[in-house]
């Protein structure tokens, strides 16, 4: 069975109402409105991963009224120091084009160690997507997000130093973080394939994924 990513399975195993917020999820694939209702429940509370799995549902739904709804149960998610609740917060403001709040949002994440999110936010410096560019911030993001082995980076910072008349010691370094990145790549995917190490901002693991923390 595939494990979760690191970060999704930690906030699992720190979750006080893990074993309650497991069964509102399973309930939920079979009553919907049952399942729905237990978890705003536990959200009520303080469970920061229950107001992720709301959150994220309402801001999908489509629905004006329901994505406020969600946006406010994200918001207290990453309050309350959810990563993903945050990370699934700036992935909304970008929905939405409020680039500012995404930012914010990124920069927290970047605050908090998280590399997919240092990733992210290089691709929206260098693709000018915030309202401006800015490739030294580009770089050094995604720097630190190699040192914390997030191999995806390695491309774009490889792809980055070939665009760029940044010296030609620049253009050596893009060579070799492409070598490195295919090992790295390959090694991951066989031992870890949902690591976070790959994953990119806006990949989510799925609502049921919860059921791969038995297998730890």
Same mark, same amino acid.
């Given at each position: 069975?595939?494990?979760?990513?690191?970060?999704? !399975?930690?906030?699992?195993?720190?979750?006080?109402?893990?074993?309650?917020?497991?069964?509102?999820?399973?309930?939920?694939?079979?009553?919907?409105?049952? @399942?729905?209702?237990?978890?705003?429940?536990?959200?009520?509370?303080?469970?920061?991963?229950?107001?992720?799995?709301?959150? !994220?549902?309402?801001?999908?739904? @489509?629905?004006?009224?329901?994505?406020?709804?969600?946006?406010?149960?994200?918001?207290?998610?990453?309050?309350?120091?959810?990563?993903?609740?945050?990370?699934?917060?700036?992935?909304?403001?970008?929905?939405?084009?409020?680039? @500012?709040?995404?930012?914010?949002?990124?920069?927290?994440?970047?605050?908090?160690? =998280?590399?997919?999110?240092?990733? +992210?936010?290089?691709?929206?410096?260098?693709?000018?997507?915030?309202?401006?560019?800015?490739?030294?911030?580009?770089?050094?993001?995604?720097?630190?997000?190699?040192?914390?082995? +997030?191999?995806?980076?390695?491309?774009?910072?490889?792809?980055?130093?070939?665009?760029?008349?940044?010296?030609?010691?620049?253009?050596?370094?893009? !060579?070799?973080?492409?070598?490195?990145?295919?090992?790295?790549?390959?090694?991951?995917?066989?031992? =870890?394939?949902?690591?976070?190490?790959?994953?990119? !901002?806006?990949?989510?693991?799925?609502?049921?994924?919860?059921?791969?923390?038995?297998?730890?």
């Amino acid at each position: 069975m595939t494990r979760m990513g690191e970060n999704i !399975h930690r906030e699992w195993d720190k979750e006080p109402l893990a074993d309650e917020l497991w069964e509102a999820l399973q309930n939920r694939k079979q009553d919907w409105d049952s @399942g729905s209702a237990r978890l705003t429940y536990l959200a009520d509370r303080g469970s920061a991963l229950a107001m992720m799995y709301l959150g !994220h549902d309402y801001v999908s739904s @489509g629905d004006r009224e329901e994505a406020m709804l969600g946006e406010d149960w994200l918001i207290k998610s990453a309050n309350a120091g959810s990563i993903e609740g945050r990370l699934r917060l700036s992935h909304y403001y970008e929905r939405q084009k409020s680039w @500012g709040k995404a930012l914010a949002e990124l920069r927290a994440l970047t605050g908090q160690g =998280y590399s997919p999110a240092m990733y +992210h936010l290089a691709r929206l410096l260098y693709g000018g997507e915030l309202g401006y560019k800015s490739v030294p911030e580009a770089v050094l993001h995604l720097r630190t997000a190699i040192t914390a082995g +997030h191999v995806p980076s390695m491309g774009l910072l490889s792809q980055i130093y070939r665009k760029e008349k940044l010296g030609f010691t620049r253009k050596i370094v893009s !060579h070799w973080l492409c070598l490195r990145k295919i090992p790295a790549f390959v090694r991951c995917l066989r031992i =870890y394939p949902n690591s976070d190490r790959l994953r990119p !901002h806006g990949r989510y693991p799925a609502l049921d994924q919860a059921r791969n923390r038995q297998t730890h």
